[in-house]
Nanobody, 130 residues
Framework: QVQLRQSGGGLVQTGDSLRLSCVIS????????MAWFRQAPGKEREFVAV????????EYTDSVKGRFIISSDTAKNTFYLQMNALKVEDTSDYYC???????????????????????WGQGTQVTVSS
């Protein structure tokens, strides 16, 4: 049974940093695309960042470019979202997600579509205060 276990959220101030972790258990070898999404109160869930095992190219939503970094550690079956220079508008519940394929994910930004992912983490809250 596949499980994604998230950790690392919390309450921080503007300009601080946080690192979110997502540990994959179960069929760890089958997941080629790893992503982070977030959902702010009263808003729809949105794409944040993605990377793939084979291509390895990271993509980010415009609002986090230059501040957030997605990375993975295959040996630990874990991927991360390093969040720097946090802003109040980054306050959200953050979700990790994985997909068994990466084929075509970079075409038309398919990686940003929630339906492309097979498993999701439980979510972790990030609150940034001014």
């Amino acid at each position: 049974q596949v499980q994604l276990r998230q950790s690392g959220g919390g309450l921080v101030q503007t300009g601080d940093s946080l690192r979110l972790s997502c540990v994959i258990s179960g069929e760890t070898f089958t997941f080629l695309t790893m992503a982070w999404f977030r959902q702010a109160p009263g808003k729809e869930r949105e794409f944040v960042a993605v990377t793939t095992k084979t291509v390895g190219r990271a993509e980010y939503t415009d609002s986090v470019k230059g501040r957030f970094i997605i990375s993975s550690d295959t040996a630990k079956n874990t991927f991360y979202l390093q969040m720097n220079a946090l802003k109040v508008e980054d306050t959200s519940d953050y979700y990790c997600a994985v997909a068994r394929t990466e084929e075509g994910y970079y075409l038309g930004r398919r990686y940003s579509q929630e339906r492309r992912y097979d498993y999701w983490g439980q979510g972790t809250q990030v609150t940034v205060s001014s």
